[in-house]
């Protein structure tokens, strides 16, 4: 009993919400690109791949160990001139949380040194929108994220992402702030922070966070090279 109770436990943890792991490159028709994503709020890696089907446009897949990290992604350039460009992205993916994201990267371009490839930085504007989340109640947040690819194959990204509705903005960092204390009771008391299973609900602040560490696995060009 004991060993289903902490599967299901494991299973319910692995994505209180996810996102998707974008292109960092400008892909061209043909070029496609894979690898693996640990993030806190996966809880467990999952594996993503993506095609560009024309020049501007890309499809992107994720598939976690569990349940937790599924879904589907699409991103469009927007604009891109010399070391810069911008792309938005619209996700829908598959956990406990499950949640629909729309995102505005803008992409910078570090200088060139030497054989090694040049550093890139981001940094985002993201809407996400929990429908119908583990307490069967709707969250609309908005955030910022931040990123950078330092090395050919390895990057991070660090986001928080706020329901306005579910707590003060100004109470975030403070471990101290409950929903359910007296005083916030009257305001916050039909957005409970905890779900009945006792895991993080779509209105915790842990839900709105999000850090990542990725590896790419395999990158190649639509002749089939590698950068």
Known sequence: MKKILLISWIILLTGCATHPQVSTTRMKKGDTESGLVYSIENVLPYYYYRKAIT??????????LLIGGAGIDYSRLLYSKENKWDVLNLAWSLNPNYNIDATYYKFYQGKQKGEKPPAVFWWGLRGMYIPKGISGGTSARMGLLIGAQPWARYGFE?????DPNAMPLSKVLSPSWKWDDPENIARYG????????????EYSRWTGLSIRFYVLTDKKKNNGSKP
């Not at 020049?55 to 976690?64: K, T, V, Y």
């Not at 660090?158 to 706020?162: A, C, K, L, Q, T």
Request: proline share 7%.
């Open 158 to 162: 660090i986001g928080y992402f706020h």
């Open 55 to 64: 020049d501007r446009s890309n499809l992107g897949f994720r598939m976690g």
């Open 190 to 201: 039909d957005t409970p922070h905890i779900s009945d299973s006792g895991l993080p609900s």
